[in-house]
């Protein structure tokens, strides 16, 4: 079965820290890793990830991701209250193109 | 970019009855969508994979009786919880697919009373 796996489940930071974040996939037919930002409502696109050992970066957030390990990181410097949220990781498979979450990590930046 | 209208925000019924969610796609035709369901402090579970024109997908586990799924045009998918019940309530998502990316709909908070 199909299953992706994030850690920590929930995390609490101080403004100014930085924060890593953890997914880790099984999925047959992997396609490619998205990392999301859920407030209220729906998620927002963060990035996509397709090939392993390549950066993605904006602003004071950046993305890798290890096919070998299968998994991947997402990283937050300096953070901000505004960076509390819900950080979701979705692996999609191909042919279907189904999004498989992860549990999801929910960060809380304390003022 | 592409816009993904889900209808209504909010919607509270009485149990037994049954209540209708839409997912459009604005400026894109979708020939796929998703819809999920979310607790809670609760990640994102697919429900089922409609398709349009053809019967949707659902995932283990899901009654396909209780939650309809119809995908009648390429900008228009509904899900229908029927009969539905307190332990219904949810927030419910839906997705459209549009070449490789998916893009999400603002999401329906269920509360059935």
């Known amino acids: 079965e199909d299953k992706v796996v994030q850690s920590p489940l929930s995390l609490v930071v101080h403004e100014g820290d930085t924060v890593t974040l953890n997914c880790s996939y099984e999925v047959t037919n992997f396609r490619s890793l998205l990392w999301y930002k859920q407030e209220k409502k729906a998620p927002t696109f963060l990035f996509m990830l397709?090939?392993?050992?390549i950066e993605k970066k904006s602003g004071r957030l950046s993305s890798i991701l290890d096919k070998k390990e299968l998994s991947s990181i997402l990283n937050i410097t300096a953070t901000q209250t505004g960076d509390s949220a819900i950080y979701l990781c979705?692996?999609?498979?191909?042919?279907?193109?189904?999004?498989?979450f992860g549990t999801g990590t929910r960060l809380k930046v304390l003022a | 970019g592409a816009v993904v209208s889900q209808h209504p925000s909010r919607v509270i019924c009485k149990s037994g009855t049954s209540v209708k969610i839409e997912c459009r796609s604005l400026?894109?035709?979708?020939?796929?969508m998703f819809w999920y369901r979310q607790f809670p402090k609760q990640s994102l579970m697919l429900m089922a994979t409609s398709n349009e024109g053809s019967k949707a997908t659902y995932e283990q586990g899901v009654e396909k009786d209780k939650f309809l799924i119809n995908h009648a045009s390429l900008t228009l998918s509904t899900l229908t919880v029927t009969s539905a019940h307190p332990e219904d309530s949810s927030f419910y998502i839906c997705s459209a697919r549009l070449d490789t990316t998916i893009y999400f709909g603002e999401g329906s908070w269920l509360t059935v009373v």
């Open positions: 397709t090939s392993s050992g």
């Open positions: 400026d894109f035709q979708a020939t796929t």
């Open positions: 979705a692996v999609v498979t191909s042919g279907t193109y189904k999004y498989i």
